[in-house]
């Protein structure tokens, strides 16, 4: 089993609809880390969520952690063909290890 | 000024050969790490290392061998290449241990044929 499930693995949209991203799991973290992965490049951090409840914005990016800090939500609102890529959610665990999830692919149609 | 670079980018090799994947990062960062991506996206971390000593070392195989001659530095050693290994191998550095960015390089897609 992995340490974090996200859903829906993979997400095609039309340009300027909405589209939110999970990340799930049974256990508290510190902290959870959004991170960007654009074909052919390496992932790139968006955010660090760190307190339950918690809610940054990144221009159209919205991104929420749980109150329990078990889970967290993407939302991307009017997403852009910018906005195609690889959605990967990560994790710190006690021995010093970045643990991601599968992450959410997601391409927007122009 | 590329933070993190690794080379080469595209490398196509028979089973049972020997390759190497050079990583460098110019951001002073102390830590280093290779983390492996599947076919299927999912991202592993295989080692990490701080100041140029070993701090995680996944059960990746024998066959594997990172080497840090400096901490700017970590390179991917494999042996007796395997079709399985076929993946996209990435380099990424962090500034302290526990530091809360990694960054990473941009991917070495290796292809065992």
């Known amino acids: 089993t992995q340490l974090l499930e996200q859903s829906p693995q993979f997400l095609s949209i039309q340009e300027g609809e909405n589209l939110t991203v999970y990340c799930n799991s049974s256990s508290v973290f510190s902290s959870l880390q959004w991170y960007r992965q654009e074909p052919g490049e390496g992932p790139v951090l968006l955010v660090t969520v760190v307190t339950g409840g918690e809610v940054k914005k990144l221009k159209r990016l919205t991104f929420q952690f749980g109150d329990a800090r078990k889970d967290s939500s993407l939302h991307i609102t009017a997403a852009q063909p910018g906005d195609t890529g690889l959605y990967l959610c990560a994790v710190r665990s006690n021995d010093y290890k970045l643990s991601f999830g599968a992450g959410t692919t997601v391409t927007v149609r122009a | 000024d590329t933070a993190v670079s690794q080379t080469p980018k595209y490398l196509v090799t028979q089973m049972g050969n020997d390759k190497s994947i050079k990583c460098e990062q110019n951001l002073g960062h102390d830590t280093m790490y290779w983390y492996k991506q599947d076919s299927k996206k999912f991202l592993k971390i295989m080692f990490s290392?701080?100041?140029?000593?070993?701090?995680i070392n996944e059960t990746v195989p024998n066959r594997f061998s990172p080497k840090s001659p400096d901490k700017a530095h970590l390179n991917l050693h494999i042996n007796s290449l395997e079709l399985g290994d076929s993946a996209v191998y990435f380099c990424?550095?962090?500034?302290?241990?526990?530091?809360?960015?990694?960054?990473f390089g941009e991917g070495s897609w290796l292809t065992v044929v």
């Open positions: 990424a550095s962090s500034p302290l241990l526990r530091g809360n960015t990694i960054y």
């Open positions: 290392y701080n100041n140029k000593e070993l701090i």
